[in-house]
């Protein structure tokens, strides 16, 4: 199996890179950056095939959805290569810097960083994920990837994997017996999309392949989008760039929290490939381009928010954070263009600078009260911390998510304040400080100022403290360049005093080492004095413990054996009746069972459900005397009822909440009530399979 998980790694890296390489290289763009940029361009150009599919009666699979953006791709570049009329295109680069003296020392150096990124990246993803997964299958059982594995299942097995019509009844025959009819509707799915790519290419299993496309979005794009950053931030200071390969996937709260908490999949997605798109929009307003290259860069940069858009559209407010002071400073040079400026220079940049702060605060407010951002954006996740303890938090690099994480915070520290007092990059350390403050105040404040800050992100403390997890990359690799430099030469200098011969590239390596490994070190144990935990270590243990298969959980491996001989029994074509609140939710997903209840939530007559789906909830048990409750059971076509955790909640033992969704927040258990109160002696019912507390009956009535 883990040989399968590794093609299917390979397999999700071809999708993402590969037309887009093709897509840029088209507008000669040099191969290193259109590279590291590719994800953006392939995920836009899927969206539009599959969006297209469905009106073409296509059945979506790997062949159909890649091969054309592949074969476009090839016939663009192939035509400004070979077209006598294109010859005289320049190279838009992007705005990503040269990085030489020399072309061709350039190339090798880019070359060198580049791969320098990606072993890095590949090497933490390994030790951090993928060697704490439990199988290459083993998934989290968390709300959230109940729906990320369906979405998978429905695009592969409905052909369509557009994400205008997205749901988990996608097939002819889910939709006949669907709880809600006509509940499809737009959902970012490129994150799913990729995944249902690989598992048609592969044969992968959905969970697999959803580990194999989040080991490629954390272990390669992430990287590489945080390099294209660094370049363009640090342009010419190449040990910088350099340091920023051991930093880019340091930060325990992003990207790690997206995989243990949710999880939050295409938002991982979404913020892999953020940087990238904030490169393009800089590049627009670079000094000596042209005008037609900046259109060029323009429209690139147009077509980076539509993919941030199809990944997961908070990353559109996230950019907008990281983007906001470049565009103050940029309004605040335009001065110089002004007639009055050579009176009164200091005055015209202020006043532009003001001026572009409140066309921000302006679009801003204007999204703030846009009608379809007002769910997101009053979406209430409590405060989590007092003030103190919030600065605290967010100093220590916890965000309240994980343990403090000491030298990593001290060399962001060291980058912010080198930052502030240079001029090149005050700007980015604004970035990272406003992205601060916004999480300060979600994890400090309840109430209207909250929701204005941060309710693009449903007021979610992890995600606005992972924007500002990623905006702390630059400055941790700029403080680690300074730590090193300044220990290696302390070290060079005893060396010279006992008489020895320095060797400064000898100190640093193994300066950067020593730093690196303090940084990714587990939790440990100070023997005959307490345990160290780590913020690695912490990270560590959740995979490990999220994706056992051992341990009792909603799902656990007693159930899936039972849930097999069920799919032995139960024709295919037939729903099972299930109460998803018992672990039965992650089952289409997972196994692909054609469960009934797919979703946790959304059951009322204003979310549309239909009348029949109500009568099952609630009056199931009373099958053999109620009328309504039979017309409603053959209306679906349903023959067999699965009960995976009978009984009540404190029946459950010790370890109930983690064998059943119980009572929490808008989580209401009398949704399953007429569910819930079948036993082996309801009338109308045969126990078919039987085993502890689960039990599949036929409805004998």
């Not at 429905?154 to 749901?167: D, I, Q, R, W």
């Not at 490629?216 to 590489?224: A, E, Q, R, S, T």
């Not at 990207?255 to 490939?273: C, E, H, Q, R, V």
């Not at 490990?544 to 799902?555: F, T, W």
């Amino acid at each position: 199996m883990w040989s399968t998980f590794f093609i299917a790694m390979a397999l999700a890296a071809v999708f993402l890179y590969m037309p887009g390489f093709l897509a840029l290289k088209a507008l000669r763009v040099r191969s290193a950056v259109a590279l590291c940029c590719a994800p953006v361009f392939s995920i836009v150009g899927y969206a539009v095939v599959t969006a297209v599919l469905p009106s073409l009666g296509v059945f979506a699979t790997w062949q159909t959805v890649f091969l054309p953006c592949l074969a476009a791709g090839i016939v663009a570049a192939a035509i400004v290569r070979f077209v006598p009329w294109f010859s005289s295109w320049n190279p838009t680069r992007l705005g990503v810097a040269d990085m030489g003296r020399s072309f061709r020392k350039a190339m090798n150096e880019e070359w060198f960083s580049i791969a320098l990124y990606v072993l890095a990246g590949l090497a933490v993803v390994g030790l951090v994920f993928v060697k704490n997964l439990d199988g290459p299958d083993s998934f989290l059982q968390a709300w959230d990837n109940s729906h990320h594995l369906s979405s998978i299942r429905a695009f592969v097995e409905s052909g369509n994997f557009s994400m205008l019509t997205t749901t988990s009844y996608a097939t002819a025959l889910d939709r006949s017996f669907t709880p809600w009819q006509g509940e499809s509707m737009f959902y970012p799915s490129a994150w799913h999309c990729l995944g249902a790519l690989v598992v048609s290419a592969s044969g992968a299993t959905v969970s697999m392949a959803a580990n194999a496309v989040n080991a490629v979005v954390v272990g390669i794009v992430l990287p590489l989008s945080t390099f294209v950053l660094m370049e363009r931030l640090f342009e010419g200071r190449r040990g910088i760039v350099r340091c920023g390969a051991f930093v880019s996937l340091a930060f325990a709260t992003f990207p790690w929290g997206f995989l243990t908490f949710g999880p939050l999949y295409p938002n991982l997605l979404s913020y892999a490939i953020l940087p990238v798109v904030a490169v393009l929009f800089m590049g627009i307003f670079d000094d000596g381009v042209g005008a037609r290259v900046r259109i060029v860069r323009a429209a690139l940069f147009v077509v980076g928010i539509v993919s941030l858009a199809c990944a997961q559209p908070n990353a559109v407010f996230s950019a907008a954070v990281l983007l906001a002071p470049f565009c103050v400073v940029r309004a605040a040079r335009f001065a110089r263009f002004l007639p009055w400026h050579a009176a009164h220079p200091r005055a015209c940049r202020i006043g532009l600078a003001a001026v572009a702060v409140a066309g921000i605060a302006a679009i801003w407010w204007a999204l703030f009260n846009a009608p379809f951002l007002q769910d997101v954006i009053w979406f209430d996740w409590p405060a989590k911390e007092g003030e103190a303890q919030a600065i605290a938090n967010i100093a220590l690099l916890s965000f309240s998510y994980a343990p403090a994480q000491l030298l990593l915070s001290a060399l962001v520290l060291i980058g912010t304040a080198c930052s502030l007092v240079d001029g090149r990059y005050r700007w980015f350390a604004c970035s990272f400080l406003l992205a601060c403050a916004i999480c300060y105040v979600d994890l400090a404040h309840d109430g209207f100022i909250k929701h204005l800050l941060a309710g693009f992100w449903y007021t979610d403390q992890l995600r606005t403290g992972s924007t500002a997890a990623l905006l702390a990359a630059p400055m941790a690799a700029l403080g680690l360049r300074h730590a090193v430099h300044f220990v290696a030469r302390g070290l060079d200098r005893a060396v010279e005093s006992v008489g020895g011969k320095p060797t400064p590239y000898v100190s640093a390596v193994l300066v950067l080492a020593l730093s690196v490994t303090a940084v990714f070190f587990p939790s440990y144990v100070i023997p005959g004095h307490h345990k160290v935990e780590t913020a690695f270590g912490d990270i560590r243990n959740r995979v490990e413990d999220q994706n056992s298969v051992s341990k009792m959980n909603y799902l656990d491996a007693s159930e899936k054996e039972f849930v097999r001989q069920v799919e032995q029994i139960v024709p295919d074509d037939q729903p099972i009746i299930n109460s998803p609140d018992d672990g039965s939710i992650f089952l289409y997903g997972y196994e692909g069972v054609r469960t009934y209840y797919r979703y946790l939530t959304g059951y009322s007559p204003e979310s549309n459900e239909s009348e029949d789906s109500a009568a099952i909830r609630q009056g199931l048990y009373r099958i053999a005397e109620d009328e309504r409750v039979r017309q409603a059971v053959e209306s679906i076509g349903a023959e067999y009822v699965l009960v995976l955790d009978q009984g009540k909640d404190q029946d459950l033992g010790s370890d109930m909440e983690r064998r059943r969704f119980v009572l929490k927040d808008d989580i209401d258990n009398e949704l399953w009530s007429g569910i819930r109160a079948i036993d082996d002696a309801t009338p109308g019912f045969e126990t078919v399979l039987s085993e502890g507390d689960m039990r599949l009956y036929r409805i004998v009535v």
